[in-house]
Structure formats: C-alpha cells, structure tokens
C-alpha cells in the first residue's frame, strides 16, 4: 500500500512540475521562470497545507520531492523544444497529472486528520494540496485559476477527501480511507477528462 | 457585549460571502469557484492573520463560521438567479458588509494585542483580518483589489485599530478598545459610502 | 561586519518600498494602496520567509525595519511629485535596490541554516526574502512578476545562496558564508544592470 502510495506520489510530482513549465514556456517566462513555476506547480499545495497546520513545509527539508519535481521541470523543457507545448492536453500528461490530484488530496486529507481539524478542514488541505500549487503558478502567469472557472478538477479531490471522512467516521481504518480518497478522486477525474465534464456556472437572472 | 460582538460577526460573515460570490457569479466561475470565493472572501482574511501570529487558522477546527460562510453563498446563488449582481451596490449588502469590515477589524486587532505584537502590527493584523479575504479573491477573479486602488474601505480598519492601540495605550481595558475599534471602523464606512469618499491619488510631475 | 550588514540592509528597505510605492503611483492607486504597496515590497518577502520557517513575522514585532519601510514610502511620494515614475530605472533606485537585493538574500539564507533547512530550501528561503516582496507587489498590480519573465534579478540571489552553502560545506563559518552571499548576489547583479543581461527563454519546437 504505502509503495503503490509513493509511486502515486513520484508520478504527481513529475507530471505537476512538467504541467506547470509547460505553462511558463508558453508565457514565455526565461528558464528561471520555467523552473519556479513547475517548481511552484509541483510542491506548492503541500508548502501551503503544511504552512496552515503550523509545519515547516516539507519541501524546505527532505530533497526526495524536490528532485522529482526538477525531473519534471527538466523532461518540461526537453520536450517543448521538440514537442511544443500541446502536449499540456496530451493523455501522457493529463493521466499522470490526475494521479498526482490523488495522492496530493489523500496526502492533504491524512495530514488534516493528524493534525485534528474539523471535516471542512480535512477537505480544505485535501484540495489545497491537491490543487494549490497549479492555482499560484496560475496567479503568477496573470491567468483566471482553471480550477475554479471551467474544469471539472478540483471537485475531484473534494469528493474524494469527502469519502476520505465517510470512512473515517464510519471507523474505518485511514489505510482505508486514504484507498477511498485517492480511488475516488482519481475515478473522478479520469471520468471527468474522458467525458469532457464541467461544472454548471450560476444563472444570473434576465433582468442584470 | 460579546453577544453584540459575535452577532456583528456573523452578520458580516454571510455578508462577506455573498460579496465574494455575486463577484464569482458575474466572472462566470462555475458553481464551485462562486463556493471557493464566497468562503474565502469571509475566512481569508481571519485565515491569514491566524497563520501570521502562528496559529493553525480556526476555520479549520470551529465550523460556525464555515456555516455561516456557506449560508452567505447560498443566499448569493438564490439572489443571483433572481435580483442578479447588481445586488453588489445594493445597502442590503453594503452595510452588512460594513458591519463585517467593523467586526474582523476588531477580532484581528484582539489576536494582535494577545500576542504581543508591536502597534504597527496591530494595524497590520486588524487589516489583514478586514480586507483580506476580498483582496485574495479580487487576485483570483484576476482583478486590481479595489481596497487598494479606488475605495475607502481598508483605511477604516486602519483608523479603526489606531483607535484600538491609542485606547490601550491609555491604560483603558481591551473591551473598552475593542468598542472604539469597531465603533470607529463601522462609523467611518457608513460615513465614507454616503458621501461616496474616495482617498486621493499621488500626483505625478508634470514632465513624466 | 555586523554593521555594514545592517547598513546594507536599511538601504535595501528604504529602496525596496520606493520601487514599491513608484509601481503603486503609476498604477494610479490611492495613497493607502501607495503605502501599502512600499511596506509590503520592503517587508513581504522577509514576512513570507519567517511564516514558512514557523516563525511570527519580524515586522509585527520591531519598528526598526517598519520605520526604514515608511521612510522609503515618503521619500517616493515626494519624488513622483518633483521627478516622476521614471526613476525607477535611475541607478540612484537601481542600486539600492540591488544592495537590499545582496542584503534580503544572506538574511534569508541565515534564517534557513539556523533552521536546518536542506541545501534546496536555503536557495528557497534566500530567493523568496529577496524577491518575494516584489512578487506580490506584481501580483497585486496585475502585473506578470518581472523577477519569472523577463529580468537577472532572482537569479542572483539563487546564485549568492548557492555560494552561502558551498562556504558552509567547506566548513568555514557562517559569517564567511554570508559575505560570499552578500558579495556574489550584489557583484552579479551589478554586472547584470551594466550588461543589460537576460535569462533566455525556452525555444519552442518549430511546429508548435
């Protein structure tokens, strides 16, 4: 279990880092841009969940996620000169990115559950670190966050940190629950990508 | 005292949420952008001033005030639909909304005081506290903050916490400076919509 | 030793909020969002690094920095109304700037030794005191972050951190370290204003 977790984990960082540097070539950022943003994109919803329950983030310490997401930023910048960035609505990008949704989300919701928040929390640091680092390179790149305008994402990882404490409350193990949170998000969004789903926005009335 | 506090705080809570909402609503986010705005236009701002004092911010551990946001976002979406957003301007949503500036200006001004901060830093917290959460969402909706270009909104919470720390200072107790914070704040923001006042900009030399 | 460093980061401050304050005046702000605009370029990259270390910003508790910060906002209103915005480019506002720029950096470094961070995360925390103040000041101007596209600005403080851990790997002391910081960051981007230097963008594949 905890492998399988971990290679979730590695490919998220990998696919985030590369989504992110793609991005920043497209906006035509200089090579420093490039690797802060798929940095960023890679490891800053994690920075950010663990700034919220009082932790030194991760990042700043341990080198392993680091390096995976200078993997990423590398393979980035290899392939935009031979491929172009098209590649960012390519399966071999969008599959491993939905991946890393779940294991971020799971790894958000196990970290909200250690550190005693209510529900709403655990959902808030599911989808922080699942969709937090893609929303700030967004507000870097002066771009409205895809998460929040028209993409049926980070809907993904609350429903999944949802049945994360479903299971949770149901006394269930968080072995469990983690296995609930990550299948469901990542079911979700591989749904939600092969049927091109969005969300309904909000109907304003006729008369404004 | 505390029961009119808190009172004043709810209402600004749901206040706040539907600002951050009717704003998602006519920038088109889809149904779970307009619930992200709407809760972070009323926890944002309380959130932020928790993590900078050190705290694990109480929007992930208490959940009257997650219910009070979410209440303000449904209110939103069922105005939206009716009245549209031009409910924005309306005082049905002005003056609770000014209410709310008065009631989180006081509250970060409090956790200010109680860790020790510096005067300076207590018109920071106090500020942050306010106007926050609608300067984050303005970043989201990829919009200049208005409290920052043409309003006169944050300068209430500052005038409002140099009242606080001047009470203080003159060895009064933290209820009695916490009256005159949020008294002072509330005043100046009815006082600054009905005359419509705005701060001046800097004049720029002639030559440039 | 100490007290050039002190001196070196009082200019730093002072320079960093009139860059701040100019960018807010020729985006029109009003005079809140001028000075809030100089406070937060001077001090925001030193608060987010001392919020990711777990630690309480420096500047809700000292005045010292406050006060070099508010200086830097005075003299730059003063200055739009007798010079004008352009001179953000004069080498009396490029210099200091690049001086506080050297100085930010080796604090940040500093910060992230004492705190055990790893090699990755003194480069992080070094960058982000130099340049995260400037950064969100972008952001809040709606403005593309000059440090990711277009400018050998965050360059020099990756390269000045870089310096600081090999001095302290090579055992010598932190002071040494922090005066190599100090003197790559500050030589390095000297050189880059006198050259005109950029970072290249990333070629794109020809089909793209």
Chains 1, 2, 3 share one sequence.
């Not at 890679?42 to 996620?65: C, E, I, Y």
């Not at 949704?101 to 559950?113: E, P, W």
């Not at 983690?178 to 969005?198: D, M, Y």
């Amino acid at each position: 279990m905890v492998t399988a977790f971990e290679a979730m984990n590695a490919v998220g960082l990998v696919a985030f880092a590369i989504v992110g540097s793609l991005k920043a070539v497209e906006a035509e950022f200089d090579v420093l841009g490039v690797g802060v943003l798929g940095v960023l994109t890679a490891l800053g919803g994690g920075a950010t969940r663990d700034v919220l329950v009082g932790r030194v983030p991760a990042m700043l310490q341990s080198t392993a996620d680091v390096s995976f997401a200078l993997l990423g930023v590398a393979l980035a910048v290899l392939l935009a000169r031979r491929v172009g960035t098209t590649l960012l609505d390519h399966p071999a990008v969008v599959v491993p990115d939905a991946i890393g949704l779940a294991a971020f989300a799971t790894t958000g919701a196990l970290v909200g559950h250690e550190a005693g928040v209510s529900p709403f929390g655990v959902v808030v640091l599911a989808t922080v670190t699942g969709v937090g680092g893609g929303l700030v390179s967004d507000l870097l790149l002066q771009r409205v966050p895809f998460v929040l305008a028209d993409d049926f994402y980070a809907t993904c990882a609350v429903a999944g940190s949802v049945a994360f404490w479903v299971v949770v409350a149901a006394d269930q193990s968080t072995a469990v629950a983690a296995a609930a949170c990550a299948g469901s998000t990542l079911g979700l969004r591989l749904l939600a990508i092969r049927g091109n789903w969005r969300l309904p926005t909000v109907r304003l009335s006729a008369e404004s």
